[in-house]
Structure formats: C-alpha cells, structure tokens
C-alpha cells in the first residue's frame, strides 16, 4: 500500500529514524543555548575612567590618608603604592565632604610649616602632612591621573562654613582658581618656592560635592550660577581644564540649562542598600551567615537596581551631549560601611555584574568608581590597611576592577547571544576581544560555545576568578581568590564556574 507502512519492521525502523531525528534537534537546540556570540563592530568608546578611586581623609572614622602614610620617613606606606599598582586605578579622586572644609594652602610648602584643621565631618584633627604634593607624587607612583574637588564654598553648608573655634573653612571662586594656577602654571612663584618646579598639570576637576544633598544650602539655580563663576576664574589661570559639576537629586538638567556650556561632565553618586524596602533582608549585620543561598540572591539583585539608577540619570540629562560622571559609588548596606557581607566572594562577584552595567552604558557614562579607596575599617574600601603594621591587601570589590582593568578592550561590542546564566559585556581594541563573564549561579557551572561573527578565534587565554560565595577576604588570608591564566581550547568551548568572574581575550581575524 503506496505511503503506508506495510510492515511492522518498517514501522519500527521509521519510529527509530524519528527518535533519532528529534534526539538531532534537542542536541543542536542545546548547542544553541551554549552559544556566546559577539558582534566585533565597535559601538562606543569605553573610558579608562571607568576604573576611578577616590580619596578622602577620613579622620577618625577611617584611617585612610593617615593611615597610608608613613610619618616617620615622610613618604606613603611601600606596601600601599604596591597594591595600589595592582589595582591600577584610571583616575584617583581628592575630595568627598572633607573638601567643603578644605583650604588648600594649608597642606603645601614645607611640612613644619603646614597648618592642622579640625576635620569637622568625620572627626578628629587632620595634620595636613598629606596635601597637593604628596596626592599628586602618588598618583604619579601608581599610575592614576589625578582629579581635584574644590571647595565650592562649603557647598553652602552654613554648618561648614566656620569651624567650632571660629576659623573660616569657606572658600570661593578665586582660592579655587590660585589652587588651579599652583598645580598647572609652569611658573607658580608659590609651588616653585615650595621647591616643586615642574607643574602637575592635573586636567581634571570637579566643583561641588554632593552639594544637593543638605538643607538649607544652595538651591540648584544659585548652585548653577556660583559654577559659572568658578569655571570662569578656575579656567582664567589654565583654559585647557575639564570641569565636573554637580547634577544629583534632580540637579542635572537645571545645572545643563543654566551652566552646561562650562561643563566637561555631570556628577552624581550612588550609595546604595539593593533591599532598602526589604526588612528581613540577609544584607544586614552578620545575617549573610545564616542563609548564603538567600545572601546570594539578593546580591545579584543589586544590578537591577544600580542600573536603574544610571538610567533615571541618562533620562535627567536627556539630549545633553555632556557626559555622566559617578564620582562616588559602593554599596551602603546597614551597619554604617561596615557590612561585612562585603568580604565575601559573593560580594565580589556582585560588584562585577555591576562594573558590566557601567560597561553597557559606557556610551554616557564615562567616569566611575564601586568603592572608597583606602582605609582601616570600612568594609566599602578598595584596599584596607592593616595598622599599626601588616601588608595592605585589596577587597573582593578591588578584586574584581583590578582584573577588568587590567583585561578590557578600547570599543564596546554586542553580546548578541549568550547563556542565560551569564552576564557577559565585551569590548575590542584592534584585532583582540575581551570578555567580562560572571556566572551568577553559586552552585553550578556554565558551558558556552564562544563565537566571534564573521571572525575566526586564533586563540584564547582566560584569566579566571573563582571561589566559594562564603569564602571572606580578611587580613590573614587575601589571597584566596586570585586570577588563574587558562588557555581556550581550539574548538572555543570554555566551562565557567560557579560563582566565577572571569576576563577572556580573544585574537581574532577575518573569515
């Protein structure tokens, strides 16, 4: 009978070829949930300055400034300047609150001539043994540019303005402009009196600092009008200057409209608890310990948040060609910076995802930082300082920018397809493409299949980070996680861990 089976032989070889057919196409559908696929046309710069740190004195709150400073030999800790060097930072900020009490001319010149402040933010008396010299003399060791905070004129704090023993702490447009003229002006009668003939020549500076934050300071258009007058004095002494004003809080189109012609970028901060809302969260005391499962979750999470935080930015500014700068970010978890959760692993590998999202709006967004630089007891530190001895070590934050700084590409990519348990962003720079992988599950590993459109893999290398979620870096033990270099295998299959941060580079050519 013409197109039927007539037999039960042929019934059961035709039943046979199907089942072997179907297992075919379950078997190419899996291949295809493997497949990271990256489109290698360029879309946008990536900034180096995504990689920023900043520095603040920190008094009696946090041992940062004076505890990286050796006092008895008058120079900055050996140990500091090492691990700042594996860090690499881009960019390293001088400023936070501290500088809307600063005056600058206090911390230059000979040191026995320098003249102590009370630091009236975060407590005690700060010895202005480190001041414009020193800052820029270590940024120059470490290799970051550095970027200056003004003293906008207390940030209209009334509070801030004098201190409690009646010295005036405010300063405006002109200190401001000297303090420009000092760094940048090859012949600074002041700065060459001081013995320091060559310029530092720091192009980058940033007027305001969370100025939108008080009350009862400057409103947004007085704010908007006293940046006009500092970029114009600050600018008279060196034209070639890149100016930040401030944008937060609803700030940032008033401040565009008002003085964005003056503007290099826009600044705002983000501090940020992800489960604010969430009263039984496990991001709170030592409460991570009980239920790492949950810990995890939520951690992951947190790049929800953040990025919804950069896009109500890009929205504020809207069409405004100016750039965004995030001068100050980290997590701000309940225990006033010392969550401890931020030792973890998974901590680590939470601050990755975050780093992918700057990455993913490095069109708009192209000044960052995820933690604060330095110090002795905030866990939110990039590197913590063991005292009154002891060797500095980098958090899981530092962990994690170290090793994208280190492997990233010049021009963003498209991740067009990826596995669903990865959070991948890639970038290039000529014929090598570089890969940012976090799997984000913490109990099992992820296969891909990694393939380059219209490009041929030539070969591989991995630079992997893995380690238990629970496993917190502490003075006795920091380096628990460490990149591990692995090559890729001709046929592009690579297994990424569990709870693993990995940076991959690709050399490439055309099919």
Known sequence: MSGYISTRREFIKAVGLGVAALAVNEAHSAELDFLLTVNPEPRYDLSPYLYMQFMEPLGTTDGSVAAAWD?????????????????SPSLIRWGGC???YYRWKEAVG??????????????????????????????????AEPLMCVNFESDGRKHWQRDPKGSIRSAGPEEAAEWVEYCNDPNSKLRRSHGVNKPYNIRLWQIGNETSYARNAFDCETAAKKTINFAKAMRSRDPGIKLIGWGDRGWARKMLDIAGEHLQYIAFHHMFNPDRSLPNSPLRGTEYRKDPAWTWERLMNASNVHEARIKR???EVGDYPVPLAMTECHFSLPGRNRCEVLSTWAAGVANARLLN?????????KIATLADFCGTRWQVNAIMIPVPGGKSFMMPVALVMSLYRHHTGEKAVGVEKSPGDLDVTASRTAD?????VVNTRRDRSVKA???IKGMKIVSGQIFEMAGDPEYEVIQTQPDGVVPVEKSLPSNGRWTFPSASVSAVELDVQKV
């Not at 006092?71 to 300047?81: H, L």
């Not at 009370?118 to 060791?141: K, P, S, Y």
């Open 71 to 87: 006092f008895g030999q008058d120079r900055w800790r050996q140990d500091v300047v090492d691990v700042t060097k594996k860090l």
């Open 98 to 100: 501290f500088i809307s």
């Open 110 to 143: 000979p040191r026995d001539g320098r003249r102590p402040a009370l630091n009236m933010c975060w407590g005690g008396i700060e010895t202005n043994q480190v001041g414009t010299h020193e800052f820029a003399d270590f940024c120059r060791h470490t290799g």
């Open 313 to 315: 930015m890009r929205e």
């Open 357 to 365: 999202v700057h990455e993913r709006h490095g069109d708009k967004l």
């Open 432 to 436: 090598r493409v570089y890969l940012h």
């Open 449 to 451: 299949q990694l393939a």
